[in-house]
């Protein structure tokens, strides 16, 4: 997981997007970083960045034209916005990058030395003297119980009962979309007057949803209405985004095919 975010946060300082694909045990991601999404996302880290910065330059009792050269050492360091933070403070000419990971590692040999003599306050650990600790497994997921059961007395009913051949497809105020199963024999009451439905559709459409961070998301109008159901949103097992700037939503609908 490491090794694909360094590789990401790379490519998506050279491109406007870059795909994000991880596989293990149990799990399987596919998605997108947007630039725009990243630096929103590092956006306070940038600020803390730059404040630091600014002491260490003060700190050094050096003006910034007194200083010959910068060197970007670092995987974040290859992120555009840090190199325009430095351009802007010493001018582009002087920031150079050498060995950009190699020269993290040779960094930490330096403390490690220093360590080892003695010449550094950070206190030495070593392997042997450290607690074992008994292996965790991770072969049994926790799962929301009560969800579960709701999900499981859903498909007994139905198997049992008419399949419903339609569903509507609403966001609510919120802008968070549902779904609901349509019966001809007995058409459902909207939960919410001021439900804006954006598609009626067979249940079994498959339906492509674009969110305002340029990700698509696949599901058919059956599985948005039993996720409905039972009480769980979309955005929440999508892992959609947000923060004091704004949060993720579904912003249209891309017809299929």
Known sequence: MYDVAEAAKIQV?????????????????????TRSEFERIIRTDSQAIAERLDSVIAASG??????????RTGGSSEIPTFITML???????????????????????????????GKSPLKAYHRDALPTMPRVSQDF???????LTRLIDLKETRSHTSTQASVLVMRDSEQFVHALAYDWDAPPVLPHPTDEVTAFVPAEERLIL????SRTVTRSARQLAELSAIGVKLEAIEDFKGNEFGRETVCAMIPPG
């Not at 674009?210 to 961070?213: A, H, P």
């Open 13 to 33: 300082s050279q491109m406007d997007r870059t795909p994000l694909h991880f596989d293990g045990k149990g799990f399987r991601v596919r998605d997108t970083l």
């Open 62 to 71: 050096l003006k910034p034209h007194q200083i010959d050269r910068v060197i």
């Open 87 to 117: 351009a802007e403070r010493f001018g582009a000419d002087k920031v150079q990058a050498l060995d950009i990971f190699g020269s993290v590692t040779a960094g930490l040999g330096f403390v490690a030395h220093e360590v080892i003599e």
């Open 141 to 147: 997921p926790l799962v929301d119980l009560d969800q």
């Open 210 to 213: 674009l969110t305002t961070e």
